[in-house]
């Protein structure tokens, strides 16, 4: 108790990013999937997978702009539970980090999904949109729980690969922006593509839609810790650090390898 009060009152800036990080994140997802899925969208009588093509591409944007954003370059952009249970997993975080990232991910992702239908109300709510949940499709949910494992692996294995290597580790927000407007182009239809827990919640909680919530409770954490098991055994010189985008003028709060912070609790020579 004492390390995660220590933690709070040393770190809090970071935290305050992930919180708003992906609370704007669901700000843009649900004004997205209003304008796009709505009753009124420019696109109605479109197919479906145009639709979630465009989907896709907003929202693929709003996460390469949260990585490289002032926000994500501060925190690291985890803006997932699931993710910052990976890198807690390599030995990349505190604990005490690590949980109060996941409160201020859940808080974050809460509170922009409030924003949305204060400023939207019943054409956010309502169907079709149903304040964007993500709910599995027509194969069931134990297909879902297999879509959401995959999509997560293959993510966070990108992420894993190109963070850590020091010529391509600039692209990574990139490689994962391109990864989720794909998946929502394509995979979407299994899964309401979450691949992450307190992004499912954000949605979930205001609107009262809990329809196999453990699948994206469980299935995210799964997928990602099997890719970090994966890279641990086939890396040796292991991560360089947590942050999908590692900036200098930021200070970095975790194991980082890249420099020393007074802040860091210890740092990893490469």
């Not at 996941?102 to 709510?125: I, K, P, S």
């Not at 990864?179 to 499912?200: C, D, H, K």
Request: with cysteine; glycine share 10%; aromatic share 10%.
């Amino acid at each position: 108790m004492k390390k995660a009060i220590a933690a709070l009152g040393a770190h809090w800036p970071e935290y305050l990013c992930e919180a708003l990080g992906l609370g704007l994140f669901m700000v843009s997802a649900g004004m997205f999937g209003t304008l796009l899925f709505g009753t009124a969208s420019p696109l109605a009588g479109s197919s479906p997978l145009v639709v979630r093509f465009w989907m896709g591409l907003a929202m693929g944007a709003t996460a390469i702009a949260l990585i490289y954003s002032p926000l994500g370059r501060r925190s690291g952009a985890h803006l997932n539970p699931a993710t910052t249970l990976t890198f807690f997993r390599l030995g990349k975080i505190e604990a005490a980090d690590a949980f109060w990232y996941a409160v201020a991910q859940c808080l974050g992702g809460v509170g922009g999904v409030l924003v949305v239908r204060g400023l939207l109300g019943a054409r956010f709510t309502m169907t079709p949109v149903q304040s964007v949940v993500t709910v599995p499709g027509a194969g069931g949910p134990w297909m879902a729980l297999l879509a959401e494992a995959a999509i997560s692996f293959i993510l966070m294995m990108v992420v894993l690969h190109v963070s850590n290597s020091r010529r391509f580790a600039a692209l990574t927000g990139l490689c994962a922006g391109t990864l989720v407007a794909l998946y929502i182009t394509f995979e979407a239809p299994l899964s309401g593509m979450s691949m992450n827990p307190a992004r499912t919640l954000a949605s979930a909680l205001p609107s009262g839609t809990w329809t196999a919530f453990w699948v994206y409770l469980t299935a995210p954490v799964l997928g990602m810790l099997a890719a970090a098991e994966v890279y641990a055994h086939t890396h040796a010189q292991g991560a360089i650090c947590a942050k999908l985008c590692h900036d200098d003028r930021h200070r970095c709060i975790f194991r980082c390898g890249y420099c020393r912070h007074e802040d860091a609790s210890s740092t990893l020579s490469v």
